[in-house]
């Protein structure tokens, strides 16, 4: 027997796949190679089979062909990657090179008998070039995909730089410059990132990724409108912690995305999510169940240890100041009854063991469905707490009373009444954390964990920056830029409280069994809509360039007309005709709340202005082609090979 063209191959499968396209991209090429290796083993094949066979052969030459044009052109245009991508092409060539020769009947060693023709009896050789090839194709995707992280990574260091320019800034000019420019770089990076969100395997990296782009949304109009304020009111000292907060919380979402998409943190430490009590019970349910399947695997206080660290993370529930008598009492009952029914498992358990039984007995199966239906009782009475704790909050505070009275009392510069309010909502953020927390010990699921846990944070970050904007308000009673920064702050709060709503549906839908549509994060607002808190409305689904000529819309909207309200309030002569058309300009729908200082000569400037808005020139290409092209280049008509009488032969 010849010997095989791929004979001296090492399988590389170390190789691990992240994202989705990278997987689908493989699917049609493991299916064709499953083909040909599965086909039934024949030692005569009639002709037609023989051709069905030599097609699919081709096939995957041909298309393995393509693909590796496309990977060798990448490697032209990455020279960092040339090496490596070149040696992963040459192999996949090869490989398909020899796929097509082990199916040519025109090889076949022994000649047709009867019609019949006795080919691809290398069946080793087929499986080694079938491993060759998916190593290799795998292995260019892989280093194709480093493109896109390396498109992330610069993408985050341009906005870095420019975030550092931002913080420097002096004058209202020189901001709306560097903004303008920092505008750009958001959306740019919304793209790739959402890009990124969308296409990893990983859940917990989803919710973390969706989390921080969340983070950096609602960031960037905080951003513009504090570094206003701070410019308008420079020796204001609240201005300039609210600023301060605005930027390092930017930071820390910049880096939690760096962390996601290159798979490292600083100094090697190890994100870990922290143990929630849902989790625990998770656990301590397998290895009570598993006692059926070996009695002598796990020491008997395993079992006692894991049941306590659940008890003991339930003081977040009784030890809370909000939860009630009876749920107090409720849930310290059903500990003790989890301590003793387990309690009555471990003794069930050593007189088994005693006895040298290779499986558990009558009274110990009895005791580990009574201990899994304590757990679970227990599970259920604090998924109740947590739940109805969170539902009457969110009734609680749908009127936002504190923040409206924040509004009022800082617009009449009463700072009295600012402290006073200020307190209360400070209360309503440790409610609101607390509850938080007990969500995300039932959540269910380690994406719905994350997302507790970014709720919790947010809710604590953005409480005091509320504050801060009002104590600001207070002192500058009659600024229109820090009335429009407490406006911001306050409703990416009421967003927040939207999204909890939302979480808490889901951690619903979780625990009875029901998964529903999964949200899709939507980066960027939708048309016409201009508020920052979209959450209650159903997302929808917008090409690249749809969104990124929205989005860009959108920032200049909130320069220009901001910049005009600025200059307004310079304005003492309230009846000049420049001062009427900038109010009218700026009442109009879809324009209001938004930025910078400008100087407004005449009444042609305004209308120069809208123009403007309408003359963006978009530079994004919002998605990078690679993987379309791996894609369409590993195409093959199979409707054309399946609708054939020889290949269902060879199927058979």
């Known amino acids: 027997m010849a010997s095989s063209p791929c004979s001296s191959v090492n399988f590389d499968s170390g190789l691990e796949i992240k994202t989705r396209s990278v997987e689908q991209t493989l699917i049609p090429l493991v299916s064709q190679i499953t083909t040909l290796i599965n086909h039934k083993d024949k030692p005569k094949k009639s002709e037609r089979t023989q051709q069905a066979i030599q097609r699919v052969g081709q096939a995957v030459s041909v298309a393995v062909g393509r693909f590796v044009a496309v990977g060798e052109a990448i490697a032209v245009e990455n020279e960092e990657l040339k090496e490596e991508m070149g040696m992963a092409c040459f192999e996949a060539r090869r490989a398909g090179d020899a796929i097509a020769q082990l199916t040519d009947v025109g090889t076949a060693v022994t000649p047709p008998v009867d019609g019949r023709t006795t080919v691809f009896s290398d069946r080793t050789g087929m499986v080694k070039a079938a491993r060759m090839l998916l190593s290799s194709v795998t292995k260019v995707l892989v280093l194709a995909d480093r493109i896109v992280i390396k498109q992330i990574i610069t993408s985050r260091n341009k906005v870095l730089v420019t975030l550092e320019q931002l913080e420097r800034v002096s004058t209202f000019q020189e901001f709306v410059q560097i903004f303008s420019q920092f505008g750009n770089q958001m959306v ?32 960037t109009m905080m951003l513009l409108t504090a570094s206003k304020t701070c410019l308008r009111h420079p020796d204001c000292e609240s201005a300039r912690i609210n600023k301060d907060a605005v930027f390092h919380r930017m930071r820390f979402a910049l880096e939690q995305v760096m962390e996601i998409v290159t798979d490292a943190r600083p100094c090697g430490e190890t994100k870990v999510l922290p143990l929630s009590i849902y989790t625990g019970i998770k656990d301590f349910k397998s290895n009570v169940e598993g006692l059926r399947e070996g009695l002598y695997l796990l020491p008997h206080q395993a079992l006692s240890g894991q049941l306590e660290a659940v008890v003991e993370r339930t003081e977040d529930f009784t030890d809370s100041a909000y939860t009630s008598h009876e749920h107090r009492e409720g849930i310290l009952q059903l500990c003790q009854l989890a301590r003793q029914d387990t309690d009555q498992l471990i003794t069930a358990w050593m007189e088994a063991q005693s006895l040298n039984a290779k499986e558990a007995t009558e009274e110990m199966e009895l005791s580990i469905l009574k201990t899994c239906q304590s757990v679970y009782e227990l599970r259920r009475e604090l998924h109740k707490v947590a739940v109805g704790r969170a539902a009457d909050l969110l009734k609680l505070h749908a009127e936002h009373l504190p923040l409206r009275a924040l509004k009022a009392s800082g617009g009449e510069g009463n700072l009295e009444a600012v402290a006073e309010y200020a307190r209360t909502l400070g209360e309503q953020k440790e409610q609101l954390v607390e509850t938080c927390r007990l969500l995300c010990h039932v959540s269910g699921t380690e994406p719905l964990e994350i997302t507790c846990i970014h709720a919790e944070e947010t809710f604590h970050v953005i409480g005091p920056q509320i504050i801060s904007a009002a104590q600001t308000l207070a002192l500058h009673p009659s600024s229109k830029i820090a009335k429009e920064n407490l406006d911001v702050f306050c409703e990416a709060w009421e967003s927040q409280l939207c999204d909890m709503a939302v979480l808490l549906r889901e951690i619903n839908d979780v625990f009875e069994g029901r998964r529903g549509d999964k949200r899709a994060y939507m980066s960027l607002p939708r048309p016409g809509k201009h508020s920052a808190n979209l959450k209650t409305v159903k997302a929808v689904k917008l090409d690249a360039e749809e969104q990124s000529t929205i989005a860009k819309l959108g920032l200049e909207l909130r320069l220009l007309t901001s910049d005009m309200d600025t200059e307004v309030e310079k304005w003492e002569d309230q009846e000049h005709d420049i001062v009427r058309q900038g109010q009218s300009l700026s009442s109009m729908p879809g324009i ?42 590993l195409a093959i008509e199979w409707s054309v090979l399946k609708s054939s009488v020889a290949f269902n032969l060879a199927l058979s």
Do not use: P
Request: a negative charge.
């Open 188 to 219: 740019e990076f919304a793209h790739l990132t959402g890009d990124r969100q969308n296409d990893l395997k990983d859940e917990n990296k989803k919710a973390r990724m969706a989390a921080a782009r969340a983070v950096l949304e609602k960031c």
């Open 592 to 633: 209001d709340h938004l930025c910078m200082d400008i100087e407004v000569e005449d009444t042609d400037a305004i209308t120069n202005l809208v123009d403007m808005m309408c003359i963006v020139n978009i530079h994004y290409n919002a998605k990078s082609m690679w993987i379309w092209l791996f894609q369409q280049a």
